[in-house]
């Protein structure tokens, strides 16, 4: 069986189509998805635990010689190497869950966090950083895997309300991650008699990254409550989704065999490639804000920054959190089904340009007036701006699910696309924080160059989504 055998004969025609508009909601499987959105929440509360600490961590690590404008490139790599090492992993990861199951490599992806937060924080050399972050990267195939699971609990009718849930989740989870982060670290410098003893001077940041992976380990054990979407398994209930008849398979191998069987070359066309390369995109932008974001923030007044510490800056990121987690959870869903998942991803990538302009003006205004109610009013505008760009993140993975071919092949399709994501996930981080540093040691642009630069990708990605098809794909016939 090859790509253009299944087009063909997936081709809706404008009876099916007339059938999947007036069709009724399938009703969500509640109990399952709450599941996998608990598992889920392990990876933004381990990843965003680490952003509150981290330019403060690189400082202390004394790598940097004194120098407070060169703290970015270092925490640009920290940042970078988790996606790295994933990218050349996550999609090997993604095809094994095609023949084994996803529930296998969500274990092995858990286990992996968990392991490697835990021994983050009791690094005290760049080095052991670097190593415990590639770790983490190298074993993570979590990602990719769940998107596949939300594709095959959902169907076309509730595609947008399931995967509405995963910027939410990551909402949520950044929320807390930020929260436990920034409270955490150094407890011995604000609950000395709670933790006393050379071990928490010696890991100042151990306790936010024990704690972070005592939630990955709980989300390790949910995992075997989640019952195994992959069709071959025949672990979920044939009245969970909405799924026909299979279609007949044309060798000795079954429909799921086939379709895991079929080589990557196969999946690089047009239909599966422009939602892929809108996604990395999208990747490579939401990354660069989420890595200016604490650095801005660290970053002393006098170079343009807010001056916020640790705990200060895990507040601003929390809330946050909870706004784009309220946004989308009241929202999202009502956006996409009034404007379409096209419009409501191009609303939201048209966001990213106010946002690196509200940076600078930040800085302006710390020049002129100090850090001021009017720096918290400007700020507020710019977290609101980002809530409104978090809604191209739920869009765009529906494009990736809907653009694969049948449901057996979600494992590669959301692997290739977490790959490529992967990829603009790891330059992201250390471009943006490298440019960030070089312009406020240059004062290029009055050390505003890096907003400038990112503006550029800013304008290609509006381009880009143009390509993005008018409506979803109705994958709801596939084995």
């Known amino acids: 069986m090859n790509i253009s055998e299944i087009q063909s004969s997936e081709t809706p025609n404008e009876t099916t189509t007339l ?15 709450g599941i996998l959105m608990l598992v889920q929440m392990a990876e933004p509360i381990a990843s965003m635990s680490i952003y509150p600490y981290i330019n403060q961590l690189i400082r202390e690590l004394g790598i940097t010689g004194g120098n407070d404008a060169a703290v970015g490139y270092y925490a640009g790599i920290i940042e970078s190497l988790f996606f790295i090492t994933e990218s050349l992993t996550v999609l090997q990861w993604s095809r094994l869950s095609d023949r084994i199951g996803r529930k296998p490599v969500l274990l092995v992806g858990l286990f992996g966090v968990g392991v490697s937060i835990l021994c983050f924080g009791l690094s005290t050399s760049f080095w052991s950083l670097v190593v415990s972050r590639c770790i983490c990267g190298m074993l993570n195939g979590s990602s990719g895997v769940m998107r596949s699971m939300m594709g095959e609990l959902t169907d076309s009718t509730n595609m947008a309300q399931g995967f509405a849930l995963i910027p939410i989740t990551w909402c949520l989870g950044s929320f807390v991650g ?36 005592s ?46 069987n079929i080589p990557l070359r196969s999946l690089l066309i047009p239909s599966i490639m422009i939602p892929l390369a809108n996604q990395t995109l999208f990747a490579f932008l939401d990354i660069c804000i989420f890595a200016l974001m604490p650095l801005f923030y660290s970053t002393p007044n006098y170079l343009g920054g807010l001056g916020f510490a640790p705990p200060a800056i895990g507040l601003w ?15 999202f869903a009502k956006i996409v089904d009034r ?77 290739m696309g977490q790959t ?28 505003h160059a890096v907003f400038v630069v990112l503006c550029i990708p800013a304008i290609g990605m509006l381009w880009l989504a143009s390509y993005l098809p008018k409506e979803l794909q109705n994958r709801d016939e596939d084995a």
């Open 19 to 33: 059938l999947s508009q007036t069709r009724q909601k399938t009703p969500l499987p509640k109990l399952q998805i």
């Open 178 to 213: 930020s929260i436990m982060g920034g409270s955490l670290a150094r407890p011995q410098d604000r609950w000395p008699n709670l933790f006393p003893g050379r071990f928490w001077e010696k890991y100042p940041y151990f306790l936010p990254c024990a704690t972070a992976a």
């Open 215 to 260: 939630v990955v380990f709980a989300s390790f054990m949910l995992v075997f409550l989640l019952k195994e979407t992959l069709a071959s398994k025949h672990d979920i209930p044939s009245d969970t989704v909405d799924h026909p008849a299979p279609e007949e398979p044309r060798s000795n191998e079954s429909p799921s065999e086939s379709m895991a």
């Open 317 to 331: 990121m929390g809330l946050f959190g909870v706004m784009d987690g309220l946004f989308q959870t009241l929202f």
């Open 339 to 415: 404007l379409g998942p096209k419009r409501t991803f191009y609303i939201g990538v048209s966001c990213f340009i106010p946002i690196m302009i509200s940076f600078p003006v930040m800085s302006l205004i710390i020049f002129s007036r100090g850090v001021d109610y009017i720096v918290t009013i400007a700020l507020l505008c710019q977290l609101s701006l980002i809530v409104m760009w978090d809604m191209s993140l739920g869009s765009i993975f529906m494009f990736v699910t809907a653009s694969a071919p049948a449901k057996n092949v979600l494992g590669a399709v959301n692997g």
């Open 420 to 447: 490529t994501v992967s990829i603009g996930h790891a330059v992201g981080p250390m471009f943006a924080a490298s440019i960030f540093a070089y312009s406020k040691e240059h004062n290029i642009l009055g050390g």
